[in-house]
């Protein structure tokens, strides 16, 4: 990655930016933090992984998508600066060069701030080229232990390798082993180290439209962020969190009657705030929802399948058109041996249709939740579109 940004001409290094890393959150906060600097007059880039229906969603300026026309003319450009200088065995991989992209489109645009988010991990992750002037770690929990570790104190060390020398840097509210890891990387590093929770002890944090109390973890992280860089980013208050478009984060949808959730959870720490919001629904409602889901990898689904038993009416098991998906047999299978519900296996195509959910009654409020891909096959069904050629098995 350093080698193609350097015959690149080094676009990370012409962009300001923030840079975000952590289990969970980190997409939200993001988007959170380019509202609030949109709002008060920035141009901001945002750069975010994966994408929900559309490659362009990953690079935006102030929210508009790279173009069709823009994203074709940078990869055009980038193979031809790098084919000389890399061998086919060793060409970047479709990460680097989108992150690449997002620079380069960042530079040529001039935007004030980019916002950008890590794919996996941060130490080893294709955006850790940047020199940020904050560093944010939102949150540590389990999740890709087959890459990070399979200790909280080794995903904290990976996370962490985002910190760079005398950058300041923030953290959320994580567990007192991943905070230790990099409090002792910080303090190699001489960052300064900020605290949500110092932040707050006696001031409350701001709302947000996002559903949940970790959204509002997530808002205090963006709003103490500017706060942080208020001295080369002055912002005025705002009500910025307020209308924070974030797609498959706890999202509403009427269709017809019927109410579509649209939740993308797909780990362990991720798991306890669904169940958070379940338990507020069923007490709103009355009664349980139906639920929806499909999981990548059976280490997640192993934990998110016994919560979803606990809370759903009917549960449906689909299979995500992903390599890394488990199958339905291998969802039944997870389940927990006790369980009273009888699990449906189905499909997408069977249970949805352009326009029509064909699972429930009218007035019935539908979960459809674990991985974010299962989410936008759904939305390509009901809403009638073509799928992206690319798809979206790409971090």
């Given at each position: 990655m350093q080698l193609l940004a350097e015959v690149a001409g080094h676009p990370e290094k012409s962009s300001p930016c923030i840079h975000l890393a952590g289990t969970n959150g980190k997409g939200s906060t993001a988007a959170m933090l380019e509202a609030l600097y949109r709002a008060n007059g920035y141009t901001?880039?945002?750069?975010t992984s994966p994408?929900?229906?559309r490659l362009n969603e990953r690079i935006q300026i102030n929210r508009i998508a790279i173009s069709d026309a823009e994203l074709c003319e940078q990869v055009r450009r980038l193979v031809k600066t790098a084919a000389p200088v890399f061998k086919p065995e060793n060409f970047p991989s479709f990460f680097e060069c989108i992150t690449l992209i997002a620079f380069?489109?960042?530079a040529d645009r001039g935007v004030d701030l980019a916002i950008i988010e890590t794919g996996l991990g941060g130490r080893l992750d294709a955006t850790n080229i940047v020199t940020p002037h904050l560093s944010i770690i939102t949150s540590i929990g389990k999740d890709h232990t087959d890459i990070l570790g399979d200790s909280i104190q080794a995903i904290a060390k990976e996370k962490a390798g985002?910190?760079?020398?005398e950058v300041p840097a923030l953290i959320g509210e994580i567990p007192e082993e991943a905070e230790a890891v990099i409090t002792e990387q910080a303090q190699d590093l001489k960052c300064r180290l900020h605290r949500l929770a110092d932040a707050f002890k006696t001031r409350a944090r701001p709302k947000t439209n996002l559903v949940g109390s970790y959204q509002q973890h997530n808002a205090a992280l963006a709003l103490h962020a500017t706060e942080l860089l208020e001295d080369r980013f002055p912002v005025r208050p705002c009500d910025a969190l307020k209308s924070i478009h974030w797609q498959g984060r706890w999202e509403r949808r009427l269709l017809g009657k019927k109410t579509l959730i649209f939740d993308a959870t797909h780990n362990a720490e991720a798991g306890q705030q669904l169940e958070e919001n379940l338990q507020a629904t069923i007490k709103e409602l009355g009664k349980k929802p139906l639920i929806i889901t499909g999981i990548l990898g059976e280490e997640r689904a192993r934990v998110l399948l016994p919560l979803l038993s606990q809370y759903a009416r009917e549960l449906y098991l689909l299979e995500p058109n992903q390599p890394r998906a488990c199958t339905v047999e291998n969802l039944l299978k997870l389940l927990t041996p006790s369980t009273t519900?009888?699990?449906i296996t189905s499909s997408v195509e069977v249970l949805f249709s352009e326009g029509a959910c064909h699972v429930g009654d009218d007035e019935d409020v539908i979960v459809v939740t674990g991985s974010i891909y299962l989410i936008a096959e759904i939305l390509i069904q009901i809403d009638g579109i073509k799928p992206d050629p690319?798809?979206?098995?790409?971090i």
């Open positions: 901001v880039g945002l750069y994408h929900l229906l380069k489109y960042f985002i910190l760079k020398s519900l009888k699990p690319i798809g979206n098995d790409l």
